[in-house]
Each structure stands twice: as C-alpha cells, then as structure tokens.
C-alpha cells in the first residue's frame, strides 16, 4: 500500500468519525423537541426523539451468585 493511500484512508476515516461526532450532538441537543412552523395558513412541525427508539435498560446483574445450602448435623 502506498503512503497515498494510507493517507486517504486515514483522511476518510477521519471525516466519518467527524460525521458520527456532529450526529451524535445533533441528537444530544435536540432529542426531545418540538419545531412548529406556520407560513401561508400551512402548519409545519418536526420533532426528534430518540429515547423511544431505545430499549429500556434493566439493572439485573449479569451474575447470579448463590450460596450452598447448609447441612445440619
């Protein structure tokens, strides 16, 4: 591989790590929010939220750890 190439691989890895970063403070900054819009009689409205899109988040632990049962002698 050429030092060229490598230098345009690294350059378009960079500009999509560049694109997910901007996304990602996109949907930070306006997840949840509503845009209205009225112009000639005609009503506009926009909203973004992510947070329905994403499934719940349980706090089970991974492990489950249980204790040998004792024997009465």
């Known amino acids: 591989m050429s030092d060229s190439t490598a230098t345009m691989l690294g350059a378009y890895a960079g500009y999509i790590s560049l694109g997910i970063a ?3 403070m996109v949907v930070t900054v306006f997840n949840r929010k509503r845009c209205r ?3 000639c009689g005609y009503i506009a409205e926009a909203s973004l939220d992510v947070s329905s899109l994403t499934p719940p988040t349980t706090d089970k632990p991974s492990v489950v750890v249980e204790e040998p049962p004792t024997s009465n002698k």
């Open 22 to 24: 901007i996304g990602g």
């Open 37 to 39: 819009s009225m112009c």
